[in-house]
């Protein structure tokens, strides 16, 4: 029986003529298998031996029936490893360790015309990242690629974390969980668990001169690539030699590991910026919320935010309690009207008659403050792209470091000039078009030496290890939608989802720290669904190399005591550990500052209150360390009792543990000095 068991084994490589190449992590966690059969090209993953993706097909459908995906031979099969440590320029850790072992298959085809294609398997300890090379060759040049057919075979109907592709409204959607068999066309980061325990994220690394992977599913617990077209239905117009973004898998055993891995930036470029002496992390406040409250206007009139004195104001604000940037919306001539149906008319360098540019850098300076500035482009990209130029040296002739911009548009609502200088419509934020534009406006931001903050941007990939001027961006809801419509608010579980899927692929600028969490005079029907103390702890659960302190500075001088952790909390880390968490329900991170000993914690809880034991191993065994504790009061509870905070002391060290006591949708911030 067992002979005949070897025969049929060994007769299934006969009859499918089949090839397979394999390699490890570096610690033998995780191997890839490259499959060639029958022509077509396949790879599979696992973990520990077992798979975590099955047999699954790559490659690509090109225009005019091009089909690279079938007919394949190997040419060559190469292996090669790096294990190298490299430091950011700023981030949440310091010095990222760079170790895999890679895989290259060269292919090429047995038919008349051959094409060639190329992929290369990373094999980390914490996943795999995989992208295709279309290599320089005499039959392929320039090429369309209208279909990406990679597909990811799980092994399982595994929960799942997501938010719907090709929506009105990009990539602010709530999160849906629900089995793999109930997804949606969906965005990465994507984000399983399997019944056994692993934790699963589906993203891309490197996303340049290509459009977003989505992925859709195909049935049998499979995704398949669905890359986002153009406005002509074409997904990729390229030339070779052209790399695809990587395909990344990171996998691991608990939720945290996939926060504890930089697989992301390991697979992006090194850094190409010479000088990155004006690139600085900090923290801002500004002209901002009161827009969303409704109290003050970006377009002109009596109740404009932007004017010089109100400016001065928060330069004020901001220079006492030690804040580096006032952002400040509304300054410049476009907002007036509907300023969303506004992208053909901003103005980038005119300032509204009531705010006084060269007064407010005068006065900034003289406080030791810089302006933030911003570009709402309102997704007129042909008016923005005129500008560009003139914007960035407008604003770094003032001595403005660092830009929010912003893109709002809807659905595929954005218009571009073609060959020809026609106009035309119908490019999505996260197509090809719009990931080259995106490049651009940071690109030439940093000959400028001007830091991005994008809101409506692409997507995270990664890119600011290449461009560490790509500092934050939005790319999910954020604050601002507690302040909007009826019953739009963040549900408590939001914040606790995010780091999961959204943050994986890199900082968000979520603009934390409203204190009047109800704003009942403002606009009664909607509030923060958190407790104060929760919006502390965002500070450190949710990575941002820029935050704002975004309510109105009235709201933080009536509670100087609480406001303090947000004066102390840094934004540039040396170090960050996840101590437990469960998708959706509640995460503690602990972060160490980068120009101290002190570390951080940040810990959030959905609207289950709960108490969670922690060690205090992360801290240094050689020091004690002084506690500052702000917690959720005993009575605390984000629907009737958001207020209720203790603020404590406490000498601790290494070895120690504590019980941290989260209220309903409740939040504990600690700053530990160390002695
Ligand atoms: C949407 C952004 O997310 C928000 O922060 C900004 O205030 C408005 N657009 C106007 O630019």
Redesign the pocket.
Same mark, same amino acid.
């Given at each position: 029986m067992r002979n005949l068991f070897i025969i049929l084994f060994l007769l299934q490589f006969i009859i499918i003529n089949s090839q397979v190449y394999k390699v490890n992590s570096p610690e033998n966690i995780i191997q890839v298998e490259f499959i060639l059969e029958e022509g077509k090209a396949y790879y599979s993953v696992q973990r520990f031996g077992k798979d975590v993706i099955g047999k699954s097909i790559l490659g690509y459908e090109l225009e005019n029936n091009v089909s690279l995906k079938d007919n394949f031979v190997i040419e060559a099969v190469n292996e090669s490893s790096l294990d190298e440590t490299w430091e950011q320029v700023w981030g949440e850790k310091r010095f990222i360790r760079n170790n895999y072992n890679e895989l290259k298959i060269d292919l090429s085809q047995s038919i008349d015309n051959p094409k060639k294609i190329s992929i290369v398997f990373r094999v980390y300890d914490d996943g795999v990242g995989f992208r295709y090379e279309f290599p320089e060759q005499n039959n392929l040049e320039k090429f369309n690629i209208i279909d990406e057919i990679t597909e990811f075979k799980f092994t399982g109907n595994h929960t799942s974390w997501w938010i719907p592709a090709y929506h009105w409204n990009r990539y602010e959607y709530l999160y849906e969980e629900t089995p793999l068999s109930k997804i949606d066309t969906v965005h990465t980061p994507v984000t399983f668990e399997t019944k056994n325990g692993l934790f699963i994220s589906i993203h891309e690394a490197a996303l340049t001169d290509f459009s977003s992977m989505t992925l859709e599913p195909v049935g049998d617990f499979t995704l398949k690539t669905n890359l986002v077209p153009w406005s002509d239905g074409i997904k990729v117009k390229t030339k070779t030699p052209i790399k695809s973004p990587w395909r990344t898998i990171q996998i691991a055993d608990n939720a945290g590991g996939l926060i504890e891995s930089y697989l992301i930036l390991n697979l992006n470029e090194p850094n190409k910026l010479e000088d990155v002496s004006w690139i600085k992390p900090g923290k801002y406040v500004g002209i901002?919320w009161g827009? /969303?409250l409704g109290i003050e206007t970006?377009g002109s009139g009596e109740k404009h935010g932007a004017t010089t004195e109100n400016t001065k104001r928060y330069l004020d604000f901001a220079s006492k309690y030690g804040f580096d940037g006032v952002l400040v !919306?509304g300054w410049n001539k476009g907002w007036d009207g509907d300023w969303i149906a506004n992208g053909d008319i901003f103005n980038f360098t005119e300032p509204y008659d009531d705010f006084d540019i060269d007064e407010v850098i005068r006065y900034g300076n003289e406080k030791g403050v810089r302006l933030i500035g /911003?570009h709402?482009t309102g997704g007129g990209i042909i008016n923005y792209e005129k500008q560009m130029d003139d914007a960035y040296k407008f604003y770094e002739k003032y001595g403005v470091r660092a830009v929010k911009s912003?893109y709002?548009n809807h659905g595929n609502g954005i218009k571009r000039l073609d060959e020809n200088g026609n106009v035309v419509k119908g490019e999505w934020h996260h197509g090809q078009f719009m990931v080259e534009f995106y490049r651009k406006a940071l690109t030439e931001a940093a000959k400028h030496k001007i830091m991005i903050n994008a /809101?409506?941007p692409i997507k995270a990939t990664g890119i600011r290890r290449t461009y560490p001027n790509m500092l934050t961006r !939005?790319g999910a809801r954020?604050q601002?939608f507690n302040a909007w419509g009826e019953n739009q608010g963040n549900p408590p579980e939001h914040t606790t989802i995010l780091p999961f899927t959204r943050l994986l692929g890199g900082p968000m600028d979520f603009t934390p720290g409203i204190f009047d969490l109800l704003f009942e005079e403002e606009k009664p029907d909607n509030r923060v669904n958190t407790t104060l103390m929760k919006q502390l702890a965002l500070y450190v659960v949710l990575y941002s190399p820029l935050h704002m302190a975004a309510d109105l500075p009235e709201n933080y001088e009536a509670r100087l005591d609480v406001f303090q952790f947000i004066v102390d909390v840094p934004t540039d880390w040396e170090d960050t550990k996840v101590l437990n968490a469960e998708i959706g329900d509640y995460i503690t991170i602990v972060r160490r500052d980068r120009n101290s000993e002190d570390w951080f914690l940040g810990s959030i809880t959905d609207e289950e209150g709960r108490n969670l034991k922690i060690s205090l191993n992360f801290l240094d065994k050689n020091r004690t360390y002084k506690a500052q504790i702000y917690r959720d009061g005993n009575n605390a509870d984000w629907k009737t009792n958001p207020y209720d905070y203790v603020i404590e002391e406490k000498e601790v060290k290494f070895g120690n543990e504590m019980t941290l006591r989260l209220a309903p949708s409740g939040g504990t911030a600690i700053k530990f000095i160390a002695q």
């Open positions: 901002w827009m /969303h970006w !919306e /911003h709402e912003g709002v /809101h409506e !939005e954020g601002e």
